[in-house]
């Protein structure tokens, strides 16, 4: 094992030197190749610049930044220092900027631009920790920034990296050969789905260990291409992105942001990239889009072949031998139908990991099925991303497959997920009482209910804090109901409420391209969008689909009522945290007189949803 992550980093950069590290747009251009020890001297003059700008080991800085090759870069020069380094989401509100900023005691930070400047700059007052704020720009690009004694800029940064550097030349090197094992690397604030976030404390232990666990399950090699959109603020994209590019010595590729992944898959035909299911959700019902605009004859053969890759994938899930006579259609198929589509996602992507969110059963089979390895993997920040993964080449569907190793799984009386091992972090930065109530008798209590098979493998049924009792004392788990719900053509997102209550009810919206486009097709009369989310044949198509697929579900489980919102949930409403995970209390908030509505009870027997909402 490595002496720290950074010395991980910089044995990479020796070992892979003239190989191509990182790929990268700049102004909208095309893409650009950075080699590993030209990456390597960015990390040093910017390590170096920290230190003159006065980091000490043991310091604080943030990055607040949409992902780019600087904001790594940035990452691993502050912990080249013996530093830690606290990421925030680019679309944190003023509110939670100041607390991450405040809690964790970052004395530099960086911005990747003017807009997120101005953000610091509107709670800097409270902030007297806050030393610097370095723009992640050149100072000649940003002439409009007027002068400010606490900003500089990436490239007067470096300058006085290299003036330091010329003077004390073994001063990085020193640093980074004292961090321990046991020192913190980075603190990671949680989402913030339930609250104000809170900051997990990853040591270099707890990084190196997870990194050496998932070595075996996701094998990435020297010659992968890694296509990088999630925030890497988020432990999933930091850890089996960031981190494990570095430890495996591929090449990290950069998407502009998550609206132009697409564009950027075809440009960089990366062979493997992490996603959540939001995004695996859009590419698997674009891709089945075009399959139903096929003729019939394509489409019938496409639909065989599809049903001879699910039989292949559950065969393999099963442990079982692969008969001869499914082989044999199994390699018609891949000749005939499975490469074609392949093409269409992405010619050369060889494994696709999803995380931060149950996964849509469909969508994970169907990339299965056409031969592009899908697995689902289950982890929180707490446990420094993955603690279980599904193992490639025996997939179990719904599950997030068998833990890794070192990582201990017990199962309380209630349900709930209780993990111990090596890279479970001990706790929250500068938060006690979370730490108490989180981390018991060596435990970390996960808050997600679950079961596990014979075989291991893990089944998350819900969140503990989401689990709906209704006005009988049923014990309800939305996630199921909403993952079904979602599995319905052309929906994108489902949220169940009905605590205290007699029936559930539903707020569901519709990809709007897609449901356009299926109601044009079917001579639907509507003006708009928001004409067509009223208008009676969505409605009873919504109401026919839930009818078809609530045979599976209790009669209390089932949606009795729901509203079709005018538009998709969204993080820029606070609907969403960054990683497209659904906050259901604010949900609950901002639609409770919807909610109230559906219920057609009075205020005062719905009132225990919405003070559900405000814990």
């Not at 010619?347 to 099925?369: C, D, M, Q, Y």
């Not at 982890?379 to 190793?405: D, F, Q, W």
């Amino acid at each position: 094992m490595y002496k720290n992550v950074a010395h991980m980093f910089f044995e990479r950069v020796a070992q892979r030197s003239e190989h191509n590290a990182v790929q990268f747009k700049e102004h909208r251009g095309t893409y650009q190749l950075m080699s590993w020890k030209k990456y390597g001297d960015l990390v040093t003059e910017i390590g170096y610049g920290l230190a003159a700008n006065g980091l000490e080991p043991g310091g604080t800085v943030a990055i607040f930044s949409q992902g780019t090759y600087l904001w790594v870069a940035a990452d691993f020069a502050t912990i080249s220092n013996g530093a830690k380094s606290v990421p925030i989401y680019p679309t944190s509100s003023n509110a939670d900027i100041e607390a991450i900023l405040a809690n964790s005691q970052a004395s530099i930070v960086f911005v990747q631009d003017e807009k997120l400047l101005q953000k610091i700059l509107n709670v800097r007052n409270l902030l007297p920790a806050l030393e610097k704020i370095i723009v992640l720009k050149e100072k000649a690009n940003c002439a409009e920034i007027t002068a400010d004694p606490q900003v500089s800029f990436i490239d007067v940064l470096c300058q006085s990296g290299k003036a330091l550097s010329a003077t004390q030349p073994n001063l990085l090197a020193d640093r980074t050969a004292k961090i321990s094992v046991t020192d913190p690397a980075t603190i990671i604030y949680t989402s913030g789905t339930t609250g104000v976030p809170k900051g997990a404390v990853l040591t270099h232990h707890n990084i190196l260990s997870v990194i050496d666990s998932i070595r075996p399950v996701l094998p990435i090699t020297e010659a992968d291409v890694y296509l990088s959109y999630l925030p890497l603020s988020h432990v999933f994209e930091r850890i089996c992105g960031e981190f494990y590019w570095a430890h495996c010595g591929g090449v990290m590729a950069f998407a502009e942001s998550i609206e132009t992944m697409a564009k950027n898959l075809g440009e960089v035909e990366p062979t493997m990239m992490l996603v959540v299911p939001r995004v695996l959700d859009r590419i698997y019902t674009k891709v089945k889009s075009g399959i139903a605009g096929a003729s019939p004859r394509a489409q019938k053969l496409i639909d065989w072949a599809l049903e001879v890759g699910k039989e292949v994938v559950r065969t393999k899930s099963d442990g079982r031998s692969i008969r001869l006579g499914l082989k044999i259609k199994h390699a018609l198929s891949e000749r005939l139908v499975y490469k074609k589509l392949r093409d269409k996602i992405g010619k050369k992507l060889r494994l696709v990991v999803s995380g931060g969110a149950p996964a849509t059963a469909s969508a994970i089979e169907f990339f299965n099925s056409i031969g592009i390895p899908t697995v689902e993997g289950y982890g929180l920040t707490e446990t420094c991303a993955p603690s279980h993964v599904n193992p490639p080449g025996r997939v179990k569907i719904g599950t997030v497959g068998p833990r890794l190793p070192g990582v201990e799984v017990k199962i309380a009386e209630d349900g709930e997920i209780l993990l111990k091992g090596p890279s479970i972090v001990q706790g929250y930065f500068m938060n006690e009482q979370f730490t108490a109530d989180s981390f018991k008798d060596g435990w970390f209590h996960t808050g997600d209910i679950g079961t596990e098979d014979n075989d291991g493998y893990l089944r998350i049924t819900d969140r503990k804090k989401d689990l709906i009792i209704n006005a009988a004392g049923k014990n309800i788990a939305p996630q199921r109901i909403e993952t079904l719900i979602k599995s319905i053509p052309l929906v994108s997102q489902a949220v169940v409420f009905g605590d205290k209550q007699k029936a559930l009810v539903g707020l569901i919206t519709f990809d709007e391209l897609a449901a356009v486009e299926y109601a044009r097709e079917h001579n639907w009369q509507f003006q708009d969008f928001s004409d067509l989310v009223t208008s009676d044949q969505l409605n009873g198509y919504l109401r026919k689909e839930l009818k078809l697929r609530s045979g599976q579900l209790a009669d209390y489980e089932q949606v009795k009522k729901f509203r079709i919102l005018p538009h998709d949930l969204s993080v820029e409403a606070g609907e969403l945290t960054a990683t497209l995970k659904v906050k259901r209390n604010a949900i609950a908030k901002k639609y409770a007189e919807t909610i109230l509505e559906l219920y057609g009870s009075p205020a005062d027997e719905a009132e225990a949803e919405l003070s559900k909402a405000r814990r």
